[in-house]
Structure formats: structure tokens, C-alpha cells
């Protein structure tokens, strides 16, 4: 199948989210056998790990948001015709990608002001804000991948996968 710009931003979106699990994974990991081994610790390691964790959540949500891959509650889609499948799916994903811009549009908020007041880590004082915004361009990444989805299930929804639960064998 011919990969189009569409699937390799969508790819390069979910690497970029995987890249950051393995980022978060590597800072605990280092800050145990640190702490164990050598009874000493990486510098601001618990605001490192904080801050990472909410950059992997943003990319995570935009991983996640795309493939209907995310926590569902299904009770009325499994019972529906195809027709009514899809039209739950347009729904579901429209208010996802309208929950998701407010969310982008107020974080944008929390940059400017993590910026503007110079929030600085404990140990090594450095500036909290680039966190901030690469969280924050998950959340921007979350929206295009929501609205790709939206624009797919409403004019192409034979590039959509089918429903995850559709493939668990129970």
C-alpha cells in the first residue's frame, strides 16, 4: 500500500511519542541505579521526570488519538448497524477534536506564562518553559491527528482501521 504524506506525519508522530516513553523510561531508570549503586542522583531528576512525563502524556494523546486506540465505552457502537457505527465514530471523534483544541489553546496559555515568569527547575535552574512547549506541540500534534481522523472517517473511511475491539478475541 502507498504510504501518502498523510500516514508519514501520522508515523512520525507516533515514533515521536515513542521516543518520549523511552526518554522517560531512561531517566528513571538512571535515577534508580544512581541512587541504588552510587548513593547519588542526577540533578533535578524529579523535576526532569515530571516535566517528561507531561511532555509523554501530551504525545501520548496524540498517539493514541488517531487510531481509536484510547479508552472507549462501546456499549451502543457494538450494538449499532455499520450506518450508525460510523456515525457514532464522527460524533465521538468531533468532540474529541473540540475537547482537544480547547486544551491545546489553554496549555498554549500555560507556556506564555511558564515563559513569562521565568519558572526555573530546583537544582540547576533551567527554564521550565521548552517542557512546556514540547508538550504543548503534542497537543498541536493531537489536533492534526484528530482532525486527519475526522476528515478520514467522514471522506474516506476505508483508510481507517477497523474498531480496535473488533480485533480482541474474547
Known amino acids: 500500500m502507498k504510504r501518502n504524506s498523510m500516514d508519514r506525519v501520522i508515523d512520525t508522530i507516533e515514533w515521536l511519542a515513542a521516543i518520549f516513553v523511552g526518554i522517560v523510561a531512561l531517566n528513571i531508570f538512571v535515577a534508580v541505579i544512581l541512587r541504588k549503586f552510587f548513593d547519588t542522583s542526577i540533578p533535578d531528576a524529579y523535576d526532569f521526570g515530571s516535566l517528561l512525563l507531561g511532555i509523554l502524556i501530551f504525545w501520548g494523546i496524540a498517539a493514541t488519538s488517531y487510531r481509536g486506540t484510547h479508552i472507549t465505552v462501546d456499549l451502543l457502537w457494538t450494538a449499532g448497524s455499520k450506518r450508525t457505527k460510523r ?82 478475541s474474547e
Do not use: C, M, S
Request: negative net charge.
Open 87 to 168: 456515525w457514532i465514530d464522527i460524533f465521538a471523534t468531533l468532540v474529541l477534536l473540540f475537547v482537544v483544541v480547547v486544551q491545546t489553546y489553554t496549555l498554549f496559555d500555560k507556556v506564555l506564562v511558564t515563559w513569562r515568569d521565568n519558572v526555573l527547575t530546583y537544582d540547576l535552574h533551567l527554564p521550565t518553559w521548552p517542557f512546556f512547549a514540547v508538550a504543548w506541540l503534542g497537543d498541536v500534534a493531537a489536533v492534526l491527528l484528530i482532525a486527519i481522523r475526522t476528515w478520514r472517517l467522514i471522506f474516506q473511511p476505508e483508510l481507517i482501521e477497523d474498531h480496535p475491539e473488533q480485533h480482541t
